[in-house]
């Protein structure tokens, strides 16, 4: 009789061990992203390979995706959000979504104006969003700052992005953090006055008005010139690091944060810190010719043959504080 007790102890030990291993092949991480899938998929898939753990996820764009782990609420599937701009993070952590968390990782990873104080977030790459102009007829010595386009110059000279899209919201924001409201708002007006066309809907369309004669000079997003420039190597267009006697380049961020009713929070905590690390920056940011937010990771070869410049390190959460006032002002100045 002892000796089936002892058989049926180690048979039970057995199952038990049986079924912990199972469950932790079995760990997956749910991600709700507005990173399209082709930019995430391959990491996704690097990770899983390394850990074991499946990470699913769904993509759609950023506010839909952010209402519905807000109607979810304790039901959601999302573990972890992902998203581009700091002002969707700013929204995201605003709207209740996303949990605190404490990462020495993290905050090893990832520089401190490129996280939430309450860690809810954190940058995972960078994506500058800087001048870009016709080397047929504008030479880089007539370029300054972002405030010098609104000079006489560039009258009939300037193509812009629409107000609507985020990224240049979280440029006026940040302006009006360094300038002041009413400056900034004198320097958009004069932006206004200046274009040459109506505003465009994308950066790339921006570009290919250049490109056509309808305009010198514009803002735009720099892989949005990568992807043109890997499509037609010899356009004659070139990107152009603003303000670097002062703040430096606007720089923005991709990035994600654990949701708040995450099921499996300490899965989705890993995946993001895995994420930040030197084995996933270069993939990460490589794959859409971005910037690593970690320092000890390079960029690409067709990055780093842009140059180096002066990034402005102010608080890239100022994007989402300043973004409705942003919307405001913009509005005041016939930036549509």
């Known amino acids: 009789m002892p000796s089936f007790t002892r058989l ?36 996704f898939d690097q990770y899983q390979k390394e850990t074991g753990v499946s990470v699913r996820y769904i993509t ?27 002002g969707n993070l700013w929204q ?42 016709s080397t047929e007829r504008v030479q880089a010595s007539e370029l300054q700052t972002y405030e010098s386009l609104a000079e006489p110059q560039w009258k009939g000279r300037l193509c812009l992005r629409t107000s609507k899209k985020v990224y240049n919201q979280s440029l006026v924001a940040t302006m009006m953090e360094h300038l002041g409201e009413e400056k900034a708002q004198s320097i958009v007006s004069a932006w206004v006055t200046n274009l040459a066309t109506p505003v465009f809907a994308n950066d790339t369309k921006l570009m290919e008005a250049i ?34 006697q002062g703040r430096g380049v606007h720089v923005n961020i991709s990035g994600a944060g654990v949701t708040r009713y995450a099921k499996h929070p300490q899965a989705a905590q890993k995946l993001l810190e895995w994420l930040s690390s030197s084995s996933a920056q270069s993939a990460f940011a490589g794959l859409n010719m971005e910037y690593p937010v970690n320092a000890h990771v390079k ?35 016939g930036y549509r």
């Open 8 to 43: 049926f102890s180690s048979l039970l030990f057995v199952l038990f061990s049986l079924g912990s291993i199972c469950s932790a092949f079995a760990e997956e991480v749910w991600v709700y992203s507005s990173r399209k899938e082709h930019l995430i998929k391959p990491l």
């Open 60 to 86: 759609d764009k950023a506010p839909p995706l952010m209402a519905r782990i807000k109607a979810e609420g304790k039901n959601t599937k999302a573990d972890l959000f992902m998203t581009v701009d700091a």
């Open 92 to 133: 995201a952590a605003n709207l209740g979504i996303l949990a605190p968390l404490k990462s020495p990782i993290l905050e090893t990873n990832v520089p401190s104006h490129l996280r939430d104080a309450e860690g809810r977030w954190a940058g995972l790459s960078i994506r500058a969003r800087t001048i870009v102009y």
């Open 211 to 244: 490109l056509a004669g309808q305009c010198d000079v514009g803002i735009v997003n720099t892989y949005y010139f990568g992807r043109l420039q890997k499509a037609r190597p010899d356009i004659p267009l070139a990107l152009f690091w603003p303000n670097q």
């Open 299 to 333: 960029p690409s070869e067709e990055v780093s043959a842009w140059g180096e410049f002066k990034a402005d390190l102010i608080d890239v959460d100022v994007a989402g504080r300043n973004q409705a006032k942003a919307i405001m002002l913009m509005d005041r100045a």
